[in-house]
């Protein structure tokens, strides 16, 4: 049971793509999207990250995304920014390797292309997810603060 008038959606790396497309499927439902270390642009995974660079990977992209470009960019946040209604906190490690910076930058570019409100939170020295104690607690900091603005807790 929640409140509806009380529903943000978080998530990290596969979470993080479901947070952002989650908003854009059912627009309504939703008051604000946290995505964290999220996969954004399923073309770019084929160009960029770790997954691509083997061919394990190369083929089980292939397998679970196909290779229908026009297909992966309908089912990526940065192609549907258009559809979105809420507002966004963006959390990224600079030095992520599965879900690489050009993953957030997308999704950033997208935003400003459709001057649509974000927030963003780079961790420069970081990877897929937050280890330095510094960081994760200026990370929960700004996702209460967001929260704190878009829904009541």
């Not at 950033?108 to 001057?115: G, M, R, T």
């Amino acid at each position: 049971m929640a409140d509806k008038n009380n529903i943000c959606i978080m998530g990290a790396s596969f979470g993080g793509y479901s947070a952002l497309m989650s908003p854009i499927i059912e627009p309504d439902l939703y008051k604000c999207a946290v995505g964290v270390v999220g996969v954004y642009d399923l073309p770019l995974m084929f160009k960029e990250g770790d997954v691509q660079e083997r061919r394990s990977g190369d083929k089980y992209l292939k397998a679970v995304l196909g290779q229908n470009v026009a297909l992966q960019e309908s089912m990526s946040p940065s192609y549907n920014i258009d559809k979105l209604k809420v507002p966004v906190l963006i959390a990224h490690g600079g030095m992520d390797q599965r879900a690489p910076i050009e993953q957030a930058e997308s999704l950033i570019a997208a935003l400003e292309k459709e001057d649509h409100p974000y927030e963003y939170l780079l961790f420069e020295k970081e990877g897929h997810g937050f280890y330095l104690e510094k960081n994760r607690l200026k990370y929960f900091k700004r996702v209460l603060k967001f929260l704190g603005k878009h829904i009541d807790f």
